[in-house]
Nanobody
Framework: EQVRESGGGLVQTGGSLRLSCTGPGRNFGASSPGWFRQVPGKEREGIACITWSGNTAWYADSVKVRFAASRVQAANAVDLQMNSLNVNDTATYYC??????????????????WGQGTQVTVSS
């Protein structure tokens, strides 16, 4: 089963979206699953990293309070609930194994592979 991101779309400022990442369990090994996003011409940003138990999650300062990651154990999936979206959240969102360094810094695990992602566009 390949990792696949879904749930993106077009939403107005202040709106919400829920992204889903299916298939991380067999593809991420022991690494925690996380969410990243990228805007063309900019570096990829780690925004959320959650333990496999789902008990602990870390967030980038840019999304803290507004976004929430969760594990869907039965479905081998990781969701990302995004609230209070603004135009700065417009990006392609990816799911990949992550490492949380503290201080809101989230990096992809060594050897992380990237899928096609799902596009999120927030209109003003």
């Amino acid at each position: 089963e390949q990792v696949r991101e879904s749930g993106g779309g077009l939403v107005q400022t202040g709106g919400s979206l829920r992204l889903s990442c299916t298939g991380p369990g067999r593809n991420f090994g022991a690494s925690s699953p996380g969410w990243f996003r990228q805007v063309p011409g900019k570096e990829r940003e780690g925004i959320a990293c959650i333990t496999w138990s789902g008990n602990t999650a870390w967030y980038a300062d840019s999304v803290k309070v507004r976004f929430a990651a969760s594990r869907v154990q039965a479905a081998n999936a990781v969701d990302l609930q995004m609230n209070s979206l603004n135009v700065n959240d417009t990006a392609t969102y990816y799911c990949a194994p992550c490492v949380a360094l503290g201080g809101g810094i989230i990096l992809p695990s060594s050897g992380a592979k990237w899928g096609q992602g799902t596009q999120v566009t927030v209109s003003s």
